[in-house]
């Protein structure tokens, strides 16, 4: 047994998820739980987490998981009370007030614990982390999935999200970015010298390569269909925020069309921007070569995967990418923008620049005309996403966790 | 003599349920949400209105036909309502026989399925048509001699032909900038055509009626008996004929019970008639009343809807005209593969509503109180609308 007990500061925990940093923060603490590490993982909401048994998840509020609103990636509404709740009088809170009331939570909970490290999650925890790091003196590592860089498509963003990532950064023992690019936002936007911060990449979630899964084509009966008439099928999955470039993939899709149209394009998620692409869609004549699936999730985004022949990732920020592994997995080409953190671990993918339409109109193109194309990339991209697993990321922070240890645990 | 000519609108679109891409290919349910409560259950909304507007007001309509030997009205019925009556209220059937038995309930012709078909192909507006007239036929004994398009949407065109369709009238909207000096209250004749007759809605006393009778914020709020009928009197000077154009559901359903709509409109009818100047014509009665006062031409399409009076909430934006277009250019396929539920099904498709649904007028207007939907956006009955078109493409491919 490691001696080694860490509070994790996260926003949320499969299936409470509404992306991939629940994804990513399962994953890490598993494998760290695998090298023995004692866990308390701290969630906003109340809700139950059936399968996770290798650590302790404490519930800061008795609020509803935060999907639809509030979740991970909403940085521009967060003094809005968006989130339903019976706590407040209104009915309603927002993103701001629960990370009061959670910081109040891990204040309660660090007078009785004194964990070695202290390890947040993105800005949603990052004051949480300050406050343990201030007033506790607990060693604090900050990990950054996401700047509000990324967030705002490289617009800046919100100030006051902006400010409380600095300090947070600057507090920081140690910082992990899952990316080459996200490292460098980190140093050049935030003025944070390179050698506090390590790049730990993603990996695959677990849970797709155990568990137990069979691709159901009558799923996407009429996808499956024109399959079989000859066309491509080309996806893309995710929130339908600007960060993820998808007008620029749109405007492609239509040029593409143009081209061969044999092309179906699948737009799995949901979003602010939903509403908007499925007129964009319209606008640009193509409604019936694209189609939209609403969010999904577990069995149905699996399928999505499967009966795809190409996978797009448009973002025009993506500090690194976990559906694009995913995909991958699932035996799709992979198409990604060069602003993609996953990019720099893939290479026998197909690589744009977000703006560049015509070239991923091209690449889509290409790939549907050419089987020897689909059939090298589809294979080679197999022996790279293997490589990287969670045990490297677990190991890379115990390292790290037992550099800013202050003191030895007495047993 | 001076006369109103009343006439009621009376249709029920069949909504589509949330039809997702999982079920394209899988089922072809679109109609029948298995959900009751939900916006698209089509057999609760029916229900609903029933209770509301069409029972309580064929029962007025009924009782000032008993009391009143000189009260007439005229209904356009859809046959997708009475699909659905047939299916969830078929008393109200057999009270609309009774009631066209008397003599002085004229049913006007129109489309089936309440479409736009005359404006994107033609054969299948005049199948539509024929269909609607045989429905009528086979359920009420009568053959429609007055014609409406849906949405009261009209042109020359349309004028033309229904005049060689053999239309006695056909109805349109009394708009002011077609109409000019001219007034609404005397009866037309399309540009072109020699025989039939245009009645033009009058539409400031219909919508002080069907739109304003309960707004609180209107200063003429309430309206009372004796107001408006001070109105209609003032208003027969500028013709003899008043033409209150609206939807059935304006009664008990747009304007509810309690805001007295049916008492004003029980009392209106006799007091009315108090007056031995005054009397109801049915709409085949109005073309009759007088030799035409003028020619009137439309050469642009011309609506019941909204300020513009155009087709801007079925076919202005960019969804809608794709959804319109694509459905259209499956027809020929449809009617070949003489599969008849895939014709209905597609049929349904054609009706007006559906597209009215993915109108972004009002929505980017952020008056999304106003907006009334069966759907949560004008987007995701876009969606839906497109994913039931996927699957009827996939039935013909099998």
Known sequence: MVDMKILMLGWELPPHNSGGLGVACLNLSRALAKQGADIDFIVPYTAKHEKIDFMNVLSAMPIDPLLRFGGAYDSEHVSERLIPTTLTKSNAISIREIQEKYCDFVEKYLMEFK????????????????????????????????????????????????????????????????????????????????????????????????????????????????????????????????????????????????KNPKLIFIFAGDGEERNELIEQAANLGISKNVLFTGFIRGKQLRDIYSISDIFVMSSVSEPFGLTALEAAHHGDVLIITKQSGVSEVLHSALRYDYWDEERLADQIVSVAKSVALKETLKNEIKSEYLKISWDDVAKKCMKAYNGVKKHKRKS | MHSICLYLHVHQPFRYRKYTVFDAGNNTNYWNDPNYDSKQNNERIFKKVAKKSYYPTFELIEKNLKAHPGFKISLSITGTWLEQAELWAPDLIEKIKELVKTGRVEIIGETYYHSLAFFYDKEEFEAQVKLHAEKIKSLFGVTPKVFRNTELAYNDDLAKWADEAGYKGILAEGWDKVLGWRSSNHVYRPYNCEKIRLLLKNYRLSDDIAFRFSDKNWPEWPLTVEKYKSWLETDIFRGDLINLFMDFETFGEHQWADTGIFSFMDRLISSWLENKENQFVTVSEACDLEDPADEISMPKTVTWADTERDLSAWTGNQMQKEALTLLYELKEKVLESDNKSLIEDFRRLTTSDQAYYMCTKYWNDGDVHAYFSAYDTPYDAFMYYMNVLRDIEVRLTN
């Open chain 1, 115 to 258: 964990p070695d490290v202290v390890h947040a999650h993105d800005w949603l925890t990052f004051e949480a982390g300050i406050l343990a790091k201030k007033n506790f003196g607990i060693p604090l590592i900050a990990h950054v999935h996401a700047t509000e860089y990324d967030r705002s498509g490289m617009n800046g963003g919100n100030s006051l999200v902006h400010d409380i990532e600095k300090e947070a950064l600057m507090l920081a023992d140690k910082i992990f970015a899952v990316s080459e690019i996200t490292k460098r936002i980190i140093h050049e936007k935030y003025g944070i010298p390179l050698d506090k911060i390590e790049v730990a990449y993603n990996s695959l979630d677990e849970d797709f390569i155990r568990s137990a899964y069979k691709f159901d084509e009558s799923e996407y009966s009429y996808v499956e269909k024109l399959k079989n008439l000859g066309y491509t099928v080309i996806s893309t999955v995710g929130r339908f925020t600007i960060q993820k470039g998808l007008w620029h993939f749109m405007r492609a899709a239509k040029k593409a069309l143009e």
